[in-house]
DNA sequence: TATGAAAGGTTGAACCC
DNA sequence: GGGTTCAACCTTTCATA
């Protein structure tokens, strides 16, 4: 499995990575000059090599009915870290799961709950899991940035 | 601009955060039991409201060739937070941006570099912009959920 | 690995209930 | 609000260099 992404494939992460359902291969085939089956078939590889592991809707939870948004913070003992990690993951209300390699804050938590009993559940259930839940914080906003270093000049061919 | 999603928005958003690229609005509406313009219409309704902002790529920095994914703790003052966030956006290398409600670190920078004086650049350019960086971590790994409280019952029409 | 062509699926818009 | 239709577009598959 050999990595190594060369400028096309780099175009066609920024690509989806600005809008993943309304990008067409052929928008991306035309902005690099070449055909729109190549850019499928690089799709297709990055899919297959694991660089691309999904495409999720961007959704705004506040505005979903999930009022509140938080960080909880947890640590984890180092060797049953993985295991918990995936055990989180389960947990209802719960979007994404860090394994954070330094500092005794090891694992972070991003969750939605609908009130603050529902964070109150999230937190209940990630301690009977076994994660040490060491802070709990609101979310006010987020902002997230398609990640640009991919595109060496995006208006230029 | 009413809120409140019923049960077919909910059967919406979870599809797409499953798969936000290769879900199409037939396939939603077979399982929803509509015609598949009704769902067309819904999530374009959806994104009118601001509940969808987007759909990303979901991309697995480390293969490709962003080998140093962090989490940058910063704090700033609340007055000037809003302009501060969004100038953090604009570092190369920044992927998202949270705004945190309670504590004293109350702006939490996700960045992705190729190696540690990548991540150093990234840190010193928070700094530049006016952000007070408190800590830095590597994360080892991330995982996504798709969020699936929208699902009343995914199996079942 | 990149390209081209035919078949089948998907979308968006206009229109009706 | 939801549903139908249809032209334009996209993707899939296969064959080709």
Do not use: W
């Not at 947990?91 to 609908?114: I, K, Y």
């Not at 994660?131 to 006010?140: A, K, M, P, S």
């Amino acid at each position: 499995m050999d990595d190594g992404l060369d400028d096309l494939d780099g175009r066609i992460l920024y690509a989806l990575q600005r809008d993943a359902r309304h990008t067409s291969a052929a928008e991306i085939a035309d902005e690099a000059g070449v055909a729109p089956s190549t850019v499928r078939k690089r799709i297709a590889r990055l899919e297959a090599r694991g660089v691309v592991r999904g495409y999720h809707v961007d959704a705004d939870y506040q505005r979903a009915g999930y009022q509140l948004h938080a960080l909880v913070t947890c640590t984890a003992p180092i060797d049953e870290r993985e295991q918990l990690v995936h055990e989180a993951l389960d947990v209802q209300g719960v979007v994404s799961v860090r394994e954070v390699m330094t500092g005794e804050d090891n694992v972070r938590v991003t969750a939605v709950g609908t009130d603050h009993d529902d964070l109150n559940r999230i937190a209940q259930e990630l301690s009977a899991v076994g994660l040490d839940v060491t802070d709990e914080n609101l979310v006010r906003g987020e902002h997230v940035r398609p990640f640009d270093s991919f595109a060496h000049d995006p208006d230029q061919s």
